[in-house]
């Protein structure tokens, strides 16, 4: 029988327990369908075509990429021109000012060095990181999702979230354990129903 926390803190979601990876995949495409947009699939391995039952479009974070590649090289740009041409114009060999084959190097790295450094910015701020406790850790079941467990947790902000009828999908989906997830671990308690 499901176990319900009593606890009265501030109300994170609700989560339940799924037997196997299939189940989980069922009930990403149930909420998926149901129209909850504030959820979230938990596995201790990714299952091949979840992103599409959880109707997830393409990340935005290639986006970023391409915007910090397009600064670096800009960047490098404007470093090779300023230096060459403007405040040290010196011939060298023959070559031009502002010559690109010596100066490929800068533009090379300059392009791979700030497409990392956006990269790596853009996908801390989309996963909110760094987040030193989720109030997943709260759920003792929860231990279980990097050995064998499979989970589902819906957030108590989505819009169509309810106590009630998120329990019964949850519940529908073929969950089991369905627990209310707290914000504050004194007050993530399970009491078994």
């Known amino acids: 029988m499901p176990d ?8 994170f979601g609700m989560g339940a327990e799924f037997k196997s990876a299939k189940e989980l995949y ?18 201790p391995f990714p299952i091949h075509g979840m992103d599409d039952a959880m109707g997830l ?11 910090g590649g ?6 490098a740009m404007v470093l090779v021109y300023y230096t060459s041409y403007l405040d040290y114009p010196l011939v ?10 010596p ?9 791979i060095l700030f497409t990392a450094f956006a990269t790596i910015g853009a996908l ?20 279980k999702v990097t050995d ?19 329990k019964a999908l949850l519940e529908k989906a073929g969950g089991t354990s369905v627990t209310l997830i707290h914000e504050d671990a004194e007050e993530a308690k399970e009491e078994k129903k």
């Open 57 to 67: 479009g393409r990340s935005k974070l290639s986006f970023f990429s391409l915007c």
């Open 92 to 101: 060298v060999q023959a070559k031009p000012y502002f010559a690109f084959e």
């Open 124 to 143: 801390l701020a989309m996963n909110l990181l760094p987040r030193l406790n989720h109030p997943l850790f709260n759920w003792d079941r929860f231990a």
């Open 103 to 111: 100066t490929f190097p800068v533009f090379f790295e300059l392009t």
């Open 4 to 11: 319900m926390s009593s606890a009265t803190g501030k109300l």
């Open 26 to 43: 069922h009930a990403a495409e149930i909420f998926r369908d149901a129209g909850y947009k504030r959820w979230d699939v938990y596995s």
């Open 70 to 75: 397009i600064t670096g090289i800009s960047t």
């Open 148 to 166: 064998d467990g499979f989970f589902l947790a819906v957030e108590a902000a989505d819009p169509l979230f309810t106590e009630v009828e998120t």
